[in-house]
């Protein structure tokens, strides 16, 4: 495949993410505290979400086994990156839940197959055949600004998920008010710690597939985040009113 075809394709692959970000302001994914009725067979949430990511750590885990030899140092460490987040995903998060009768849909489960399957192919494709870093990358102030944002992201992603967790654990039959760290100034801090991972991620891997992942990220989060502000602000009417969707102080 050319570059020209490769870049065709992933600029598609975006201009979708766009759809879909207009379509998810609109009517937002049937999961969660938004699951509603027909959207197909239901499974359990915690096996739905294990299916939903496996992929993406399959494929590229393939990629890395399968081009190792052939792969330069930053190379590695860059797939290593997302098959270390992917790890997380799909085989400890799902564990770190509370054990409950919640359900997802199939339709949903099987749309986030298809993204992870797409996307991973995508950047374990530039990753082998398209990147070519220097040896002093790691030197650069795009790299390392681009390092210190993806671990600053998993931080915030993380440390946010444990209060909610907690909090799950603490009320197990009600949504509550998550207070304190990040949530004192926006509702998802989760989901803007991983747009800050990703964005991060594609500072490192400077191809046009990581920047592709950053824009659905987004295309998928932002949406979901402003859904759940307004959400917040119906149910509990003493929501903290100076509290921001997603961006502290902006959105």
Request: hydrophobic share 50%; with cysteine.
């Amino acid at each position: 495949m050319t570059d020209s075809v490769l870049n065709s394709i992933i600029i598609g692959w975006m201009l979708v993410a766009v759809i879909s970000f207009f379509y998810l302001l609109r009517k937002p994914a049937p999961y969660g505290r938004y699951a509603a009725p027909g959207w197909g067979r239901q499974m359990d949430a915690r096996v739905g979400w294990i299916i939903m990511e496996s992929p993406a750590l399959a494929v590229m885990l393939a990629y890395l086994l399968y081009y190792f030899r052939t792969l330069d140092d930053m190379t590695l460490w860059l797939m290593l990156l997302y098959i270390g987040h992917y790890t997380y995903r799909a085989l400890i998060y799902p564990f770190r839940l509370r054990n409950t009768v919640k359900k997802t849909s199939a339709v949903v489960v099987g749309s986030a197959v298809f993204f992870n399957l797409v996307n991973a192919n995508l950047l374990g494709y530039s990753f082998t055949y398209v990147a070519d870093y220097p040896p002093d990358i790691g030197f650069e102030t795009s790299f390392q600004t681009g390092a210190m944002l993806f671990f600053v992201g998993i931080w915030f992603n993380i440390k946010s998920d444990n209060r909610l967790i907690r909090l799950r654990k603490e009320s197990p039959q009600a949504y509550v008010i998550p207070y304190g760290w990040l949530y004192r100034w926006v509702s998802c801090p989760n989901y803007l710690g991983e747009m800050i991972e990703w964005t991060g991620f594609a500072l490192m891997a400077q191809h046009l597939a990581s920047w592709s992942f950053v824009v659905w990220t987004v295309a998928n989060l932002l949406p979901r985040a402003l859904l759940h502000h307004q959400w917040y602000l119906r149910t509990f009417p003493d929501y903290p009113e100076r509290r921001k969707a997603v961006i502290p102080y902006l959105l």
